[in-house]
């Protein structure tokens, strides 16, 4: 294969599996992509803002040998893609193990998890402000968290985080490779004084917390169009 296409490749297989077995009749997500695509047409512009910002900060950027070479601004087309391909893998991995597995065995922690997950983040976050990748992520998923919980208190956080766990083992495959396991430069290079330093394999510890953003604003927004459109019928038909 073209290394040009290697992070083009890493988008598609992501989500082709999820993508196929979306139309099983047994849990058919395809049903979800109303609420997937409004999630999707939130927090792309979101994160697609970040992340060209931190790229003319010089945070991080990419190896031009890794890429199709078709940039929007200074985007290259596969971080875009990214943004649509992993938040559909993972949404489509909470939505199957939420049919699959019925007792939410988080539910009464799930308010300690996120607490606790706030709290040190906030701290931790705002002690390391000169370095831009852990504090800004570090403050923006406190923050986001801290949201949830005391405007939205959604009920689903412990199904959240027993998912992610599960996501967590396909996340360090592709976001190993693109950070450089098995390669001799990685897709996704990084400041070293914009991060911590401390690296799970070849992934900085601040990429878990970015994906868990990632992953749970696409949750957060879906669940809620979702909840709202079934109380207008529920309650709209009783009028």
Known sequence: MNSRYLYLSIDIVSLLLPFLVSFLPKAPFYKKWKYLGIALLISVPFFCIWDSLFIHLGVWGFNPQY???IFIGNLPLEEILFFICIPYACVFTYFALNHLIEKDYLFPHQELISSALIILLLIAGI?????????????????FLAYLMLKIRPRY???FYFA????L??????????????????????NDKQILGFRLGTIPFEDFLYGMLLVLMNIAI???????DYYRAKFGAKK
């Open 67 to 69: 890429l199709c070479g």
């Open 164 to 167: 992610f766990v599960v996501i």
């Open 169 to 190: 083992l396909p996340f360090f495959l592709f976001n190993g490779v693109l950070t450089g396991w098995l390669l001799h430069t990685p897709v996704v290079w990084y």
């Open 127 to 143: 002690f390391h402000m000169d370095k831009l990748y852990t504090g800004v992520t570090f403050v923006v998923v406190s923050l």
């Open 157 to 159: 956080m412990g199904r």
């Open 222 to 228: 879906m669940e809620w169009f979702e909840d709202r």
